[in-house]
C-alpha cells in the first residue's frame, strides 16, 4: 500500500469515524453524512481513500467493512474509547494514583465511558456528597468500598440496609476499628441484617473507594500527592456497571467477613484511618 494505514487513518477525523460507524454495519453516504453531521463534498473523499485502501467496500449503494477493515476497526475502537474516559476528565487521571486498579481493569479502562468528577462543595466540606447520596438512595443493590473515614457512613448504611437493599460494604482494618469504637450500635445492627454483609481487608488502607450498584458507577482515587479529597468519577454506562463490579469483586476476593466485631476492639492499631475529618 502506498500509504501507510496508520497515516490514513490518525491523520484524518472523518476516515477514522467513517471506520467505526461501519463497526455498527453497513450504511448508505446519506446516513454517514447524517452521522458525521458532514457534506457529501468532505466525505466522499474519505470514503474513496478508505476504499483505496481495501478498508470498505461498496455494495450497490451501500458501504460496509472489507474483512481488513474489521480487524482495524475492532483494534481502533478501545483506543479511541480510552481516549475519550482519559481526554474527558483529564487533570483527574493525571494526578490520582491508579496502583489500586488491577491491570486486567486499567487496561479495560475504555469501558467506563462518559464519566462526571463530583466532590464535596468547599462550604459542605464536611457533609455527604449531594450526588452520591441521591444515586446511593435510588439504587436496588449496592456493593461499596469505604478506605476513608466518615462520620455519617455508619447510619447512612444502616439506613440503606433497613430499607431491604442488598449491601455489602469492605472497609480497611484501621476504619472498621474506628466504626467499631465510635459507632459500635450502628455496626452491630448492620451485620445481624440478613440482607447486609461487612468486610475487612486487611492490606487495603488506599484502594480506590468504589460504588457498584444496579444504577451507576463510583469510584475516587487517592490523590498523588495531596491528602484524599473524595473527588469522585461517576458513570451510568452499563459497561461502567460491570467494570465496577469487577473492581468490588477482586477486593472482595481479598477480604473477609466481619462476623464478630469484638476482634476489632481489644486489638491496639498505630495506623489511623483516612477520615474527612478535619483535623487540628
Given amino acids: 500500500m502506498e500509504n501507510s494505514l496508520l497515516d490514513l487513518i490518525l491523520f484524518s477525523e472523518k476516515r477514522k469515524n ?15 453524512k447524517k452521522a458525521l453531521n458532514a457534506s457529501a463534498t468532505s466525505v466522499q473523499p474519505q470514503v474513496k481513500k478508505l476504499k483505496e485502501q481495501h478498508l470498505i ?28 474516559v482519559l481526554e474527558e476528565n ?45 444515586n446511593v438512595e435510588k439504587a436496588k443493590k449496592l456493593e461499596i468500598t469505604l478506605p476513608y473515614f466518615h462520620p455519617l457512613f455508619p447510619s447512612f448504611f444502616l439506613g440503606i440496609a433497613g430499607k431491604g437493599v442488598p449491601i455489602s460494604l469492605i472497609l480497611p482494618e484501621s476504619v472498621l476499628k474506628r466504626w467499631v469504637e465510635d459507632y459500635r ?22 484502594i480506590p473507594a468504589i460504588v457498584a450498584a444496579d444504577n451507576f458507577m463510583a469510584m475516587a482515587l487517592f490523590p ?26 477482586y477486593y472482595e476476593r481479598l477480604s473477609k467477613q466481619v462476623h464478630n ?20
Fill in 224 to 249: 498523588k500527592n495531596t491528602v484524599f479529597d473524595r473527588k469522585y468519577v461517576l458513570s451510568f454506562e452499563p459497561s461502567a456497571l460491570a467494570w465496577g463490579k469487577e473492581l468490588y469483586d
Fill in 18 to 32: 467513517v471506520l467505526l460507524l461501519l463497526l455498527e454495519g453497513s450504511k448508505d453516504i446519506e446516513t454517514i
Fill in 90 to 134: 483529564a487533570d483527574y487521571w493525571a494526578n490520582r494514583d491508579m496502583s489500586g486498579i488491577p491491570p486486567f481493569l486499567l487496561r479495560r479502562i475504555n469501558e467506563l465511558g462518559h464519566c462526571i468528577t463530583i466532590e464535596p462543595q468547599i462550604d459542605h466540606m464536611f457533609e455527604m456528597i449531594p450526588e452520591y447520596v441521591k
Fill in 261 to 280: 466485631i469484638d476482634n476489632y476492639t481489644s486489638e491496639p492499631y498505630t495506623s489511623e484511618p483516612y477520615t474527612s475529618e478535619p483535623t487540628e
Fill in 57 to 84: 467496500v461498496q455494495e450497490k449503494n451501500l458501504y460496509k467493512l472489507s474483512e481488513i477493515g474489521k480487524i482495524v476497526a475492532d483494534k481502533m475502537k478501545p483506543l479511541v474509547d480510552t481516549l475519550f
Fill in 185 to 206: 450500635e450502628q455496626t452491630e445492627k448492620f451485620i445481624k441484617m440478613e440482607n447486609a454483609k461487612l468486610f475487612v481487608c486487611a492490606d487495603c488502607e488506599k
